[in-house]
């Protein structure tokens, strides 16, 4: 017979200028991904170029069923590494037909600061460090752990290889090259100290994009699980006990941090990061209280610290920024579910915006 | 040893002129057939292909001792499985005498579309059809637990994910091969029942979207084939809070798609109000257990039509009511329904 993988594989380019288009959104959870895919007359390498479309609000808990529509404005363009040739990633955000954000929309609200003349001057630069655990499809349980038991306690596992250490590789590998050939900004990848956890960075990327990326990063990794039977979760602290959990640490900086004289602006922006540590504590993700105990290499919840190099503070100045008088500073509070739209403009906000 | 893909895969075209056509009819229960010949000159105008026959009292459409049905090429499709120069022949069914055998519902709705005054008006259809993936021995959904049930709907609308999304790849596989084969597809999507799909087929004119729709729906059965999967189009496949399957029949003219074409689809949605009856008796078999009123459906007794109403019999889009022009949704047709029937009753109604 001939085979699915020839048909997925198709090349069309041969037959046909047209394109499909993956238009892809965030669900009424805040974390659930959702795309659908349109025939387009040709390929297009500008979002504003891509018409508007909709969806059916009331299978994702953003609309009534009398009156269901949800339009989809696209923002941003990626290729698609799954169906290759002309084909192409759309990420978009979500309007009611009157043409305002839904309220689940938190993109338009963190587009608005990234507009800001004193922000946009700043291009502030966002690196993200997405944490994330594979489990196994039925049981729920992580991906190369015995069924209702535990591996050995963690010690071999960060940046671990070999059968018994290193769970999932082939997906953690596979979803590199599939950014890279997207054209996310994705710096690396390493396994963590949890096995069965592993984590990739998107950045450096500027202002609304880096929550474009890292979204995209993460429909992508949820499609290639889905290829590979696996489920992936962004729990903030998916074993309870003395097993990581998982975050999103967000690094920051801005032209001034980046310039001579850049370490006592972090240092000022870091103060107001504490002023606002609890407006930013709610916003950094659900669950995050399971995860931030204090312990494993994470701050307790309810005290704002920093340190250089202390990655048991809130917030970690790198050496090198040190003694270097400048460079940037790691947000460690985010959990692995946290909104980047929502993190990173708030980031920029308190920090540029804001004054006690 | 050589592979069979190897040689599925042969690219004959430096061997020999001759294509391979597959021939598709529709049986007597509404199932698709096609066997293959071997052909050679040109291999794109229907006209100029031969007429064949096909052994009718073997697909309950002849009698045995007259079984001979003749088929009429009537569509052209390129054929994404053998690839090259070889074709898919979308036909219908003919007695020898030249009569359009009784299940042949394609001749009388090329009449109704040959009509002057719907020629006139040149009919654009947009069909989004919904349909199941079933594992093969319990024909139990794709990705459901056998014996069991998977969680409420919800969260498998549009998803992704190997706990949400079941059968991606064969819904991939015919977006690309439809597109290949030069069918209209417009888009596919995951359904609010998991192991649900909805793929698109337009805007087509006339009879052409019966023809792409038919086709489209013998690629999607050839690449379940091949996937060991089985597809239903069964319109309430899982009895209960799940979704049903339909066939939305997306419809506009030349005068809806013009100024003033919102009066004209009111007026056309008044019609096929008062021909509710007879149009739900065409619209597919067994839809009385999909439209409840209930998952998105409206009543099958009752008719009714709002803007973006996803529980109405007719919806019309947002988007045509503020432009004052455009096109409406018929909601009532079943996953399972004959796209000539569909699309012509509905011409019909609104234009003669």
């Given at each position: 017979?001939a085979?699915?993988?020839?048909?997925?594989?198709?090349n069309?380019?041969?037959q046909?200028n047209?394109?499909?288009?993956?238009?892809?959104w965030?669900?009424?959870?805040?974390?659930d991904?959702?795309?659908?895919?349109r025939?387009?007359?040709?390929?297009?390498?500008d979002?504003?170029?891509?018409?508007?479309?909709?969806y059916?609000g009331?299978?994702?808990?953003?609309?009534?069923?009398?009156?269901?529509?949800?339009?989809?404005?696209?923002q941003?363009?990626?290729?698609?590494?799954?169906?290759?040739?002309?084909?192409i990633?759309?990420?978009?955000?979500?309007?009611t037909?009157?043409?305002?954000?839904?309220?689940t929309?938190?993109?338009?609200?963190?587009?608005?600061?990234?507009?800001?003349?004193?922000?946009?001057?700043?291009?502030?630069?966002?690196g993200?460090?997405?944490?994330?655990?594979?489990?196994?499809?039925?049981?729920?349980?992580p991906l190369?752990?015995?069924?209702?038991?535990?591996p050995?306690?963690q010690?071999?596992?960060?940046?671990?290889?070999?059968?018994?250490?290193a769970f999932g590789?082939?997906?953690v590998?596979?979803?590199y090259?599939a950014?890279?050939?997207?054209?996310?900004?994705?710096?690396?990848?390493?396994?963590?100290v949890m096995?069965?956890?592993?984590?990739f960075q998107?950045g450096?990327?500027v202002?609304?994009?880096?929550g474009?990326e890292?979204?995209?990063?993460?429909?992508?990794?949820e499609?290639?699980?889905?290829?590979a039977?696996?489920?992936?979760?962004?729990?903030?602290?998916?074993?309870?006990?003395?097993?990581?959990?998982a975050?999103?640490?967000?690094n920051?900086?801005?032209?001034?941090?980046?310039?001579?004289?850049?370490?006592?602006?972090?240092?000022k922006?870091?103060?107001?990061?504490g002023?606002?540590?609890?407006?930013?504590i709610?916003a950094?993700?659900e669950?995050n209280?399971?995860?931030?105990?204090?312990?494993h290499?994470?701050a307790?919840?309810?005290?704002?610290s920093?340190?250089?190099?202390n990655r048991?503070?809130?917030?970690?100045v790198g050496r090198?920024?040190?003694?270097?008088g400048?460079?940037?500073f790691e947000?460690?509070?985010?959990?692995?579910?946290?909104?980047?739209?929502?993190?990173?403009?708030?980031?920029?906000?308190?920090?540029?915006l804001w004054n006690?």
């Open positions: 017979m085979s699915l993988s020839d048909l997925v594989n198709l069309l380019s041969d046909t047209k394109i499909i288009a993956e238009y892809i965030i669900g009424g959870s805040g974390m991904l959702r795309s659908k895919a025939t387009l007359s040709g390929p297009v390498d979002p504003s170029k891509l018409p508007k479309w909709n059916d009331s299978s994702t808990g953003q609309a009534p069923g009398e009156d269901s529509e949800v339009i989809l404005y696209p941003a363009i990626f290729k698609d590494p799954f169906r290759r040739g002309n084909n990633l759309v990420m978009c955000d979500s309007y037909p009157a043409g305002e954000p839904i309220p929309n938190n993109r338009f609200a963190a587009a608005k600061i990234f507009s800001h003349p004193d922000v946009a001057a700043e291009v502030p630069w966002y993200i460090e997405q944490e994330y655990t594979l489990l196994k499809k039925d049981v729920h349980w190369g752990w015995p069924n209702g038991g535990f050995g306690p010690g071999p596992y960060y940046c671990g290889i070999g059968a018994d250490k590789r082939d997906i590998d596979a979803h090259k950014c890279l050939y997207a054209g996310i900004n994705i710096s690396g990848i390493n396994a963590e096995p069965g956890q592993w984590e998107v450096p990327v202002g609304i994009s880096a474009d890292l979204w995209v990063a993460r429909y992508i990794l499609r290639i699980t889905e290829i039977g696996v489920v992936v979760s962004f729990d903030p602290k998916p074993i309870p006990g003395d097993w990581n959990g975050g999103a640490h967000t920051y900086s801005t032209k001034s941090m980046r310039n001579q004289g850049g370490l006592e602006v972090i240092k922006a870091i103060e107001k990061l002023l606002k540590h609890k407006e930013h709610v950094y993700g669950g209280e399971r995860r931030l105990t204090g312990k290499e994470t307790d919840i309810n005290k704002f920093w340190g250089v190099a048991g503070a809130s917030v970690r090198e920024t040190e003694k270097d400048k460079g940037y947000d460690r509070r985010p959990s692995s579910n946290m909104d980047p739209y929502v993190v990173t403009s708030m980031i920029a906000e308190t920090t540029i006690p």
